[in-house]
């Protein structure tokens, strides 16, 4: 499989569609090729993906600096050993359906660009642009006749992320289910919402008796000082503190998480933790978690359309930006709302999220359900955990 973006939600999006492939062929040999800076994340998923290759670069992929050299030195070396299947989940296909092709697979399968020919009709289907992340790609698992029947994000917790987790609670006297993260940062500048009302946010929550934890990257540690210089009450600040297993029990415990929309959303949507997602110049219709009962999106462009739309895979651009700024007020009504609710699986919106999938498979001629034969390492086995959460499927609003 080629899926080699860098986000965090990059990866998480796709895990429903690996799931759905290692159900369908439990004893296959599951390679994906990818980032080096994913290897965590695959020896996290170990009970799904059995190898990561680093993917070598291609012409006109732009995640890593293409290298004819090691390119060819990295397609000749597949060829030596085919794969009996090829998955293309790296986008629509315009510049990586030549890369899959030229690994020498028995097969190819992916996603081609509407209105471009489809490297085999059998096997391709037509990006579904318009559909949210998690679905396009269990839309592909269903249109090869894999079982598509579980939308869920998920993330394993490690018994080692809890213990860490309980050493820094006792650190800074953060009790369960008694303090709110705040998220300020993210990858890009015009997809943060201001500093100053994450601080005004975090205020009110803090009137409410939550403590205040402030998390981000190591590069995200300005966004997060000036977000607690900007505060009346005292917060807890862990950005560059905290390993992606500690982030994601930080916030398995929290109350609320209020972030933009960046890795921590998809985290908290895998882990079920309640969260609302601010949108400033990105598209829901595409990021937003599935499911609305316990994860709120707020602000950018609801639109749905695929006009003027990136479709290349990993692009988070709305084609109408800072489509009404989302105020303080909404946020914390927001967050009210979802520190009022009992938590629920909502099983009626995980299944029209998986029927929204389906429907997505049948717009195109369906191919015969695909046997991938080679044996599995038995070094792929689930890896120690608290729980493998599994708490997100819901509607398709995003």
Do not use: K
């Amino acid at each position: 499989m080629l899926r080699a973006l860098r986000g965090l939600g990059d990866f998480l999006c796709v895990v429903p569609a690996l799931r759905a492939l290692r159900a369908a062929n439990p004893e296959a040999q599951v390679t994906l090729i990818g980032l080096s800076s994913s290897a965590g994340l695959v020896a996290r998923f170990a009970h799904y993906v059995d190898e990561l290759l680093p993917f070598p670069g291609f012409p006109g992929v732009p995640e890593v600096v293409a290298d004819p050299a090691r390119s060819v030195a990295f397609l000749a070396h597949s060829q030596r050993r085919p794969y009996d299947l090829a998955l293309q989940m790296h986008g629509s296909g315009v510049a990586t359906n030549p890369f899959v092709a030229l690994l020498g697979a028995r097969r190819t399968a992916g996603f081609f660009l509407p209105g471009l020919p489809a490297p085999d009709p059998e096997l391709f289907l037509a990006y579904p642009g318009d559909a949210p992340e998690p679905l396009r790609h269990l839309a592909l698992m269903a249109f090869l006749g894999f079982p598509a029947g579980d939308a869920s994000l998920e993330f394993p917790l490690l018994c080692e992320d809890e213990a860490a987790w309980q050493d820094l609670a006792e650190r800074h006297g953060l009790a369960d289910g008694a303090y709110a993260c705040l998220h300020p940062g993210a990858a890009e500048e015009d997809r943060r919402w201001p500093g100053e009302r994450f601080a005004a946010a975090a205020d009110a929550l803090a009137a409410r008796g939550l403590a205040i934890v402030l998390t981000g990257s190591a590069a995200e540690r300005r966004a997060t000082r000036l977000v607690a210089a900007a505060m009346r009450a005292p917060a807890v600040d862990l950005a560059g503190e905290t390993p992606l297993g500690l982030l994601a029990a930080l916030l398995s415990h929290a109350a609320i998480t209020v972030t933009n929309d960046t890795g921590t959303s998809h985290l908290a949507a895998a882990l079920g933790a309640p969260s609302v997602v601010v949108f400033v110049a990105s598209d829901p219709g595409r990021w937003a978690p599935l499911n609305a009962g316990r994860h709120r999106a707020l602000g950018a462009s609801q639109a749905r359309d695929t006009i003027d739309r990136c479709l290349r895979d990993g692009c988070r651009r709305c084609g109408d930006a800072r489509v009404g700024e989302v105020t303080v007020e909404e946020v914390v009504a927001t967050c009210d709302d979802l520190l009022a609710r009992q938590p629920c699986d909502e099983p009626a919106a995980t299944a029209t999220a998986t029927a929204t999938a389906r429907a997505h498979a049948r717009a195109s001629p369906g191919a015969r359900v695909l046997d991938v034969g080679v044996g599995r390492s038995t070094s792929a086995a689930a890896p120690r955990s608290v729980h493998a959460a599994r708490l997100e499927g819901g509607t398709t609003h995003g």
